[in-house]
Antibody
Framework: QVKLQQSGAELVKPGASVKLSCKTS????????MSWFKQIPGQSIEWIGM????????GYNQKFKGKATLTVDTSSSTAYMDLSSLTTEDSAVYFC??????WGQGTLVTVSS | DVVLTQTPVSLSVTLGDQASISCRSS???????????LKWYLQKPGQSPQLLIY???NRFSGVPDRFIGSGSGTDFTLKISRVEPEDLGVYYC?????????FGSGTKLEIK
C-alpha cells in the first residue's frame, strides 16, 4: 500500500535552514505529484506547493516562494522540502501528501534560539 | 486567494444522529475542464488529515457510505449520517481549482 514516511522533528535556530524528507513506497514515484503543507498546531492548513516527480517541475503558493524549495530523488523515491531563513513564524508541522490523498505523518519544526 | 468559509465552527452530535457541515467558496470551484476540485478531509486528534471525499461527492477508498458530499459552484455540504465515535475530529474542505489551493478554517465535531 501507499506509504509516506517523513523525517523526524527538528529544532533549529532563527536564520538557519532545514531540509525535510518524505520517503515513499507502494506506488510509482516518478509518475506522481507530491504536495507539501504547513499546519501551525490548533490552526488550519496551508498549501505550500507541489512537485511532479517525473521531471521535477514545481508550482508554489506565492506566499512560500523564496521560503520553500521542493525537490525529489527518484532513485530513492524520496521528496524533499528545504525551508530557508527560518523565523519563529515557520514553527509548524509540515506534511507531504501524494496527490493530496495519501499523507505522511508530519514533521514538527520548531524555530527557537 | 479563494476563501472557503466553513460553518459551523463546532458541532456537538449525539451518537447515531446526523451531522452537516457547510463550505462556501468566494469563487466558483468549477475548473476549465468542467470538474470541481473540492475535497473534504477529517483530521483526528494528533493525526494527519485523511481524505474522505474528492470532486465534491466521490468517496475515497475505504470511506464508509455514511459520508456524503454534495453541492456545486460555490456551495458545498458534507453530511455524516449515523455519527460514530471514530468520526470525532476537525473536518476541512479544500479546493484545488484555483491557485493557490486553499483550506477552510475547519469544523470541530464533538460527540455529546
Amino acid at each position: 500500500q501507499v506509504k509516506l514516511q517523513q523525517s523526524g522533528a527538528e529544532l533549529v535556530k532563527p536564520g538557519a535552514s532545514v531540509k525535510l524528507s518524505c520517503k515513499t513506497s507502494g506506488y510509482t514515484f516518478s509518475t506522481s505529484y507530491m504536495s507539501w503543507f504547513k499546519q501551525i498546531p490548533g490552526q488550519s492548513i496551508e498549501w505550500i506547493g507541489m512537485i511532479y516527480a517525473g521531471d521535477g517541475g514545481t508550482g508554489y503558493n506565492q506566499k512560500f516562494k523564496g521560503k520553500a524549495t521542493l525537490t525529489v530523488d527518484t532513485s530513492s523515491s524520496t521528496a524533499y522540502m528545504d525551508l530557508s531563513s527560518l523565523t519563529t513564524e515557520d514553527s509548524a508541522v509540515y506534511f507531504c501528501a501524494r496527490l493530496t490523498a495519501y499523507w505522511g505523518q508530519g514533521t514538527l519544526v520548531t524555530v527557537s534560539s | 486567494d479563494v476563501v472557503l468559509t466553513q460553518t459551523p465552527v463546532s458541532l456537538s452530535v449525539t451518537l447515531g444522529d446526523q451531522a452537516s457541515i457547510s463550505c462556501r467558496s468566494s469563487q466558483s470551484l468549477v475548473y476549465s475542464d468542467g470538474n470541481t476540485y473540492l475535497k473534504w478531509y477529517l483530521q483526528k486528534p494528533g493525526q494527519s488529515p485523511q481524505l474522505l471525499i474528492y470532486e465534491v461527492s466521490n468517496r475515497f477508498s475505504g470511506v464508509p457510505d455514511r459520508f456524503i458530499g454534495s453541492g456545486s459552484g460555490t456551495d458545498f455540504t458534507l453530511k455524516i449520517s449515523r455519527v460514530e465515535p471514530e468520526d470525532l475530529g476537525v473536518y476541512y474542505c479544500f479546493q484545488a481549482t484555483h491557485d493557490p489551493f486553499t483550506f477552510g478554517s475547519g469544523t470541530k465535531l464533538e460527540i455529546k
